[in-house]
């Protein structure tokens, strides 16, 4: 079955520092998303993307945040500059458009 | 806004026992229902879902009925094995935002079966 790839699994940096996570989603799915668990609490939407451009984001998805499709496969989510309570694990999804979104295993960032 | 609400993990039971974790929402109008499944070093997948009330989602042993009286979708097992020990998300997208809505998830529960 096809899956939703994420690099890193686990990324390490230091406050202020800028990050980018990767995601190849499924090759024909139209929709992407980014969503974010910090520890102990619950997953929480970060942005939805469709045909090139951000359809709804969440309060947290401020200015340092921003994603891009840049190639038609990969799918980033990049943080400008990170602060201790990004923290958390970042997953991405994507769907063909129907109510099953596919998730990937996730990366595990960790701000000092 | 819309919310979801699961029982607090973790729940431990022995192999073969009956399984439920409760899952409530709020909601406007009529969510979509989901209960998605982590194993160990996974991502999270769909285990099932119901887009109306009343519907019975299914799938690998596992079921939920979408209450709309009591804004209600419990996961339920018969006989549950170690196999089945994983995180579990009950989840709501609202189609008024559109076919691929994001989903709202609850906390997740642990499930730890054992022998």
């Known amino acids: 079955e096809p899956e939703v790839t994420q690099t890193p699994s686990h990324q390490v940096t230091q406050m202020g520092q800028e990050v980018i996570l990767r995601c190849v989603p499924i090759?024909?799915?139209?929709?992407f998303y980014w969503y974010r668990q910090i520890l102990g609490q619950k997953v929480e939407f970060l942005v939805s993307?469709?045909?090139?451009?951000?359809?709804?984001k969440s309060e947290i998805f401020d200015d340092q945040f921003s994603v891009e499709r840049p190639d038609g496969s990969n799918f980033t989510l990049k943080i400008r500059s990170t602060k201790l309570e990004d923290s958390a694990m970042y997953f991405c999804?994507?769907?063909?458009?129907?109510?099953?979104?596919?998730f990937g295993p996730g990366t595990r960032l960790t701000v000092t | 806004g819309n919310s979801v609400t699961q029982m607090e993990g973790p729940v431990t039971l022995s192999e073969e026992a009956f399984l439920t974790i409760n899952c409530t929402y709020t909601?406007?109008?009529?969510?979509?229902l989901f209960w998605y499944v982590q194993y160990p070093g996974e991502g999270l997948q769909l285990l099932l879902k119901?887009?109306?009330?009343?519907d019975k989602g299914s799938n690998k042993g596992f079921e939920a009925t979408y209450r709309k009286e009591t804004t209600s979708f419990h996961l339920e097992k018969g006989s549950v094995q170690v196999s089945d020990s994983a995180v579990y998300f009950c989840?709501?997208?609202?189609?008024?935002?559109?076919?691929?809505?994001?989903?709202?998830f609850g906390t997740g529960t642990r499930l730890q079966v054992t022998l």
């Open positions: 999804a994507s769907t063909a458009g129907d109510l099953k979104q596919y």
């Open positions: 090759s024909n799915h139209l929709y």
């Open positions: 993307f469709y045909n090139n451009e951000i359809s709804e």
């Open positions: 909601a406007t109008g009529y969510p979509s």
């Open positions: 119901a887009t109306k009330a009343d």
């Open positions: 989840a709501l997208s609202d189609p008024r935002s559109g076919t691929a809505s994001k989903l709202t």
